[in-house]
């Protein structure tokens, strides 16, 4: 199973829509529930009753969503072996893997995007401890991922129950870069570019 959040960053809004008649708005990156709308009528449901609408939500719209399934032991090991090789937040692959090898987090989403890997979303510029990380989706806009201080690591791309006051990206510019230490006289970006797919950023974000 695969669910298309996305984060609307200046409304600070994470909402799935499944289509027409069906809609959800994580709370706090869901820590404090998922606001349900069906046939126009509106519930909340809890964080510890997620997962239970996942398993409605698999039998009643895979054709949308997939089938929810759980990784197998050897799968299981794989990945973790794969995660040992990275230090930021490794998640483990308890909410199913995609078929292109990335762990599902606990509200469906590609942890690939999470973790913007393979700068799928944006380039990364630098990144700065205690300030941010500084990236850029097409070489001129900048935007920054900030530092957070109770989890002593940087933001992720949206909020969670690890980071529920996720702010997203938010805009920085070159004179904030020099600020704080970063060369940008070297032509750090053009090579990247490529790696960037705006339709994929587009799908998951609104940004600022």
Sequence with gaps: ????????????????????????????????GIVKTYNGEESTISYEKWPNEKVWL???????????????????????????????NPVPPAFGISEDGWAYDRMQRKTKWLQNADSCLMVEIG?????GIFETPDGKNIYKRKWCDYENTYYNTMP???????????????????????????????ENIPNVQPDLLAKHFILP
């Design 58 to 88: 698999a039998n009643n719209f895979s054709d949308i969503v997939g089938d929810l399934s759980r990784p197998t032991l050897q799968q299981q090991e794989d990945y973790m072996a794969y995660l040992s090789t990275f230090t930021d």
């Design 127 to 131: 990144r700065i401890e205690n300030v």
């Design 1 to 32: 199973m695969e669910l298309n959040w996305k984060f609307n960053i200046p409304e600070q809004k994470l909402s799935l829509i499944i289509n027409d008649d069906l809609s959800y708005i994580a709370l706090k990156g869901a820590q404090d």
């Design 160 to 190: 969670c129950c690890v980071f529920p006051d996720n702010p997203g990206w938010q805009k920085s510019s070159i004179e904030e870069l020099e600020e704080n230490g970063l060369d940008m006289t070297n032509p750090w970006i053009e």
